[in-house]
T-cell receptor
Framework: GDSVTQMEGPVTLSEEAFLTINCTYT??????LFWYVQYPGEGLQLLLK?????DKGSNKGFEATYRKETTSFHLEKGSVQVSDSAVYFC????????????FGTGTQLKVEL | EAGVTQFPSHSVIEKGQTVTLRCDPI?????LYWYRRVMGKEIKFLLH????????ESGMPNNRFLAERTGGTYSTLKVQPAELEDSGVYFC?????????????FGNGTRLTVT
């Protein structure tokens, strides 16, 4: 079945540091890939998505590229801010599964001054 | 527009008791989903409604869980009787259509603690 593996946290960075959160997936066919973010006390929000190979999703300075050859969708940001502190979830939806999502375990990010 | 709302935000109950969680989707969204995150683990799909019908309930863990969506508006998820392993955060999400690129809008979740 479908699965998503993402790096374990927590990840602690200083402000303005470079961020990478790794995500790899297993799925039949060509899924759509997503990053969701959960800020403290809030629900999940879609951060970015990519629907086909080599697509790059981007939002709020975050980027992730759909790599079919390595089945990866790593999240990156060049310079993190304290306000980026949150839990980040990688997810996929398979073409035959509607928009039912398969999530990774989440990676908690803490950014300090 | 109002987002997806869930009630209560927190619930603490004893093992063996009953709890009912409620979700109000975004108005006009026919698709409603329930997900659950057990502490530190991945968020797992529970079930999917299209209007009042259960489209997919393959993620429901056992028959102690009962989900309803009478009239195709709000949904409830009842756990009876609750067990310790049911503790976690229960998320509801809604979407206008069910295409695999259609974005899901999530609520803030209900944190359930079973003691």
């Amino acid at each position: 079945g479908d699965s998503v593996t993402q790096m374990e946290g927590p990840v602690t960075l200083s402000e303005e540091a470079f961020l990478t959160i790794n995500c790899t997936y297993t799925a039949t066919g060509y899924p759509s890939l997503f990053w969701y973010v959960q800020y403290p006390g809030e629900g999940l929000q879609l951060l970015l998505k990519a629907t086909k190979a080599d697509d790059k999703g981007s939002n709020k300075g975050f980027e992730a590229t759909y790599r079919k050859e390595t089945t990866s969708f790593h999240l990156e940001k060049g310079s993190v801010q304290v306000s980026d502190s949150a839990v980040y979830f990688c997810a996929l939806s398979s073409k035959g599964g509607g928009n039912k999502l398969t999530f990774g375990t989440g990676t908690q990010l803490k950014v300090e001054l | 527009e109002a987002g997806v709302t869930q009630f209560p935000s927190h619930s603490v109950i004893e093992k063996g008791q009953t709890v009912t969680l409620r979700c109000d989707p975004i108005s006009g969204h026919d698709n409603l989903y329930w997900y659950r995150r057990v502490m530190g683990k991945e968020i797992k799909f529970l079930l999917h409604f299209v209007k009042e019908s259960k489209q997919d309930e393959s993620g429901m863990p056992n028959n102690r869980f009962l989900a309803e969506r009478t009239g195709g508006t709000y949904s409830t998820l009842k756990v009876q009787p609750a067990e310790l392993e049911d503790s976690g955060v229960y998320f509801c999400a809604s979407s206008q259509d069910s295409g695999h690129n259609s974005p899901l809008h999530f609520g803030n979740g209900t944190r359930l603690t079973v003691t």
